[in-house]
């Protein structure tokens, strides 16, 4: 599997949220983006997750061009959003299950057991989530995004407010489905991607770059003078 | 539809597990029999229908039914849970689909309370159960256009109060523009035809239509129209404001 994103913009106001951005991403592939805050980290996943709609970019799996609002594209991706948002008036043997449906996907007996393994929530099965503690919450958030085997996983600052168990068992998770999916995580934990992701990106004013030490123009100057630079391809 | 089913089932769920939903529906009826018997005084009057009752229903409707079903969209996007349905192989006009159906069930099934009204009333006297009929049809669709607009508005907003704030006035004044409007309009020398257009935008009119027991097909098209060009209105905007 073969992911590619070609020159994705994303306009606000006039200004380049997101500046010509291209990448691809193999499977068995871990790719890590980092940048300080408000630089398009979560934007770009939003976009790549299709929830925001970009205003130019190309999107090819396979060598085929997909549309990120199409059902057949998500039905390949797993996203976990920033903050992790989560239905808390649902049990979350409900809502793993009505994730599951939504995604027609079946919930066998041993899919329910590596869900309630990997989230850390075997006790807590029909308790209700707003019930669970905020680092499960964000476990079984985590894991929807891997209910339905998907091709491609974005996971937005997925290590962020886990208990120390959450967390081994998260990277667990990401480090047994490596094989099988192109996963993107944002995070600021440097040296967690810097231990296990295969290529690291840095991102600034929307702008993405396969070095930090690209980044070298003042914030004013910066926006103007790569619209001149050709797409960095990475 | 399977994924129609899911989504239907679990807001029914969500609505039912919250005590305010029960607090909602016992103080509207309470609000509306109250009212019926005290304002309207159908034993002074010597006129024991439920005309007036349905009234009350329709109005108290623009108060409650914002108050129950609105925040199932303000609070996906308050708490942001609208990126977990958008990044699921699902559209939107399911998921707006879902969200109006349910408190329009719960809201219809709680019409048992009018039902055991009516056969209170019908130890009375003879009461025309055509036109309690016709009424509940009525009250059905008008309740259906008040969860719609009342979704609508709260599309547009994160905070609840504000929300539902203005859903009440728009709701309120979408229900009575027809008097709002012939007040104004009464001033200037206006035909009859445009007058009986001016009142036929208003919902009320078509839900007197019901409730005076004719069900008319203009009715049922301004009910329909306006409910689907609502629904889509829901599901356009909900995706825009991702």
Redesign the interface.
């Known amino acids: 599997m073969n992911f590619v994103v070609e020159n994705l913009c994303k306009l606000n106001n006039g200004n380049r949220s997101l500046d010509d951005i291209s990448f691809n991403i193999k499977n068995n592939e871990i790719i890590g983006i980092k940048g300080p805050s408000h630089a398009g980290k979560s934007l770009l996943l939003?976009v790549l997750?299709?929830?925001?709609q970009s205003d130019f970019g190309n999107y090819r799996i396979n060598g085929e061009s997909v549309y990120p609002r199409s059902?057949?594209y998500?039905?390949q991706?797993g996203?976990l959003?920033q903050?992790a948002?989560?239905?808390s008036?649902?049990k979350t043997s409900?809502y793993v299950s009505?994730?599951a449906?939504?995604?027609?996907f079946p919930l066998s007996s041993n899919l329910i057991d590596e869900v309630k393994s990997y989230s850390g929530i075997e006790k807590h099965w029909n308790t209700p989530i707003h019930a669970l503690s905020p680092s499960a919450k964000k476990c079984l958030?985590f894991i929807?995004c891997y209910l339905h085997n998907p091709k491609i996983v974005l996971l937005d600052s997925p290590f962020i407010g886990l208990e120390s168990e959450h967390k081994s068992r998260v990277l667990a998770k990401i480090l047994k489905e490596k094989h099988s999916t192109a996963t993107l995580i944002v995070s600021h934990d440097t040296e967690l991607l810097n231990r296990h992701c295969d290529k690291i990106f840095f991102m600034e004013d929307g702008n993405l770059f396969q070095n930090e030490n690209d980044v070298v123009l003042p914030r004013g100057d910066h926006i103007d003078s790569h619209l001149q630079t050709p797409t960095t391809t990475l | 539809m399977?994924?129609f089913l899911?989504?239907t089932r679990?807001e029914i769920?969500?609505y039912l597990?919250?005590p305010d939903t029960y607090y909602i529906i016992a103080v509207f009826y309470f609000s509306c029999g109250f009212s019926w018997f005290y304002i309207y005084r159908p034993f002074a009057n010597h006129q024991l229908d439920l005309y007036e009752y349905f009234e009350f229903l329709a109005l108290a409707s623009c108060v409650v039914l914002p108050l129950l079903s609105q925040r199932s969209w303000t609070s996906e996007f308050r708490?942001?849970?609208i990126?977990?349905?958008?990044?699921?192989?699902?559209?939107f006009k399911t998921v707006s689909l879902a969200k109006f159906i349910a408190p329009l069930l719960i809201i219809s099934v709680s019409y048992s309370f009018i039902i055991l009204l009516a056969l209170q009333i019908s130890l009375l006297g003879d009461l025309d159960w055509g036109i309690l009929l016709s009424s509940l049809v009525g009250l059905f669709f008008v309740q259906a256009i008040i969860i719609l607009t009342s979704q609508l508005i709260g599309v547009f907003f994160r905070a609840p109060a504000r929300s539902l704030l203005v859903a009440i006035l728009v709701i309120m004044l979408i229900m009575y523009c027809d008097r709002v409007l012939l007040n104004f309009l009464l001033k200037f020398d206006i035909s009859e035809p445009l007058q009986n257009k001016i009142y036929s935008l208003s919902p009320m009119f078509h839900f007197k239509h019901f409730i005076g027991g004719f069900i008319e097909s203009q009715s049922i098209d301004y009910f329909l129209v306006s409910s689907y060009g609502l629904w889509v209105a829901i599901a356009t905007q909900s995706r825009k404001n991702?």
């Open positions: 939003r997750a299709g929830i925001t059902q057949k998500k039905k991706l996203y959003p903050d948002p989560i239905y008036d649902l409900e009505l994730i449906t939504l995604r027609e958030s929807q | 399977t994924k899911t989504l679990t769920q969500q597990r919250r708490l942001r849970t990126d977990v349905l958008a990044q699921l192989p699902l559209s991702l």
